[in-house]
T-cell receptor, first 112, second 112 residues
Framework: QQPVQSPQAVILREGEDAVINCSSS?????VHWYRQKHGEAPVFLMI?????EQKGHDKISASFNEKKQQSSLYLTASQLSYSGTYFC?????????????FGKGTSLLVTP | NAGVTQTPKFQVLKTGQSMTLQCAQD?????MYWYRQDPGMGLRLIYY???????DKGEVPNGYNVSRLNKREFSLRLESAAPSQTSVYFC???????????FGPGTRLLVL
């Protein structure tokens, strides 16, 4: 039930864009995105609850394609502070209301 | 408002020893979770408690037990520690599974 994230790692120069994908083999009820800096706890970014929903704040946004059972996180005009590991957490429909399954993470490094 | 607190921050155990990891939240959340994080494996759910008085197994429950002592506290016990349980353990809480999870700072456990 663990979602699959791609790519596993990406290196960007400041100002470049990146897309991180999260795919599930089961129908999803919601998708959550978190970022973790080295040595720290994961921090919430956003939740997408409805198929077709798109959300964003600052220059980080996400979409949820319910039919394809996948979500994508978009980072535009990346900043050094975006570096970290990004995790998607999925709530599968048949277990709705209980717990999330997290992917293995995507390591993002933004260089000057 | 401390959020989610975990004790201890670091622990070294010998194989076969037992210990309890403590977690408390002051946000009046219904749901609480225990994860372990190993390099390249992401966050894996050990146990969760959807509400006070209930606990359920997650993806990797073997070798662990939990107690939801009250609405605030959720402890994780290792009865007989093994080197394979060397990991970083995170506790988290949320109002419901569909809402933001707030993570504690983590406990770094080394089993020799």
């Amino acid at each position: 039930q663990q979602p699959v994230q791609s790519p596993q790692a990406v290196i960007l120069r400041e100002g470049e864009d990146a897309v991180i994908n999260c795919s599930s083999s089961k129908a999803l009820y919601s998708v959550h995105w978190y970022r973790q800096k080295h040595g720290e706890a994961p921090v919430f970014l956003m939740i997408l609850l409805k198929g077709g929903e798109q959300k964003g704040h600052d220059k980080i946004s996400a979409s949820f394609n319910e039919k394809k059972q996948q979500s994508s996180l978009y980072l535009t005009a990346s900043q050094l502070s975006y570096s970290g590991t990004y995790f998607c957490g999925t709530e599968i429909r048949e277990d709705s209301g209980y717990a999330l399954n997290f992917g293995k993470g995507t390591s993002l490094l933004v260089t000057p | 408002n401390a959020g989610v607190t975990q004790t201890p921050k670091f622990q070294v155990l010998k194989t076969g020893q037992s210990m309890t990891l403590q977690c408390a939240q002051d946000m009046n959340h219904n749901s609480m979770y225990w994860y372990r994080q190993d390099p390249g494996m992401g966050l894996r759910l050990i146990y969760y408690s959807a509400s006070e008085g209930t606990t359920d197994k997650g993806e990797v429950p073997n070798g662990y037990n939990v107690s939801r002592l009250n609405k605030r506290e959720f402890s994780l016990r290792l009865e007989s520690a093994a080197p394979s349980q060397t990991s970083v353990y995170f506790c988290a809480s949320s109002e419901t599974a569909q809402e933001t999870q707030y993570f504690g700072p983590g406990t770094r456990l080394l089993v020799l």
